[in-house]
């Protein structure tokens, strides 16, 4: 994770109460985390989606897959349905939006839609207003998922 990466070590340790030593390390280290809450048997997922973000000179290099997060987060999806977990994914910029660049956007519709039986909601901030997102199919254009 380039250019933030005090950001994220600050974050970590007030969050390391709550997500505790290893997901707190990881999220230092990478910018986005995963944490279970074994309880209800769901998954969190937490991108940095500022990766995507067109202004974000520190990623031009590497914009399809930054910090290999879309990587991580595929990996993450097969683990989650190995184990039969429902999955919440959070983020700042929607892939999809306007300012988030292209192809991150477009490699993190294929993940949603080949994993669309365990996510359970995507939900991010930025564009400052109330709104929903159906989240189709690349093939079918079938429902999938709401952002």
Known sequence: MTGTNYLAEEMAELWRPILGDETADFFKIHGYYSKLIKELNLRIIVLNTQVCDIYNFYVLSAIN??????????????????????????????????????????????????????????FFGHTHVSQFQIVRSLHTQNPVSIA
């Open 65 to 122: 897959d930054p910090g290999k997060q879309l990587e991580w987060m595929r990996k993450t999806l097969y683990e989650a349905e190995k184990y039969s977990e429902k999955v919440m994914i959070l983020g700042h910029i929607p892939p999809g939006d306007v300012t988030c660049h292209s192809e991150f956007g477009n490699r993190y519709s294929v993940l949603v839609d080949r994993f669309e039986n365990i996510i359970r909601g995507q």
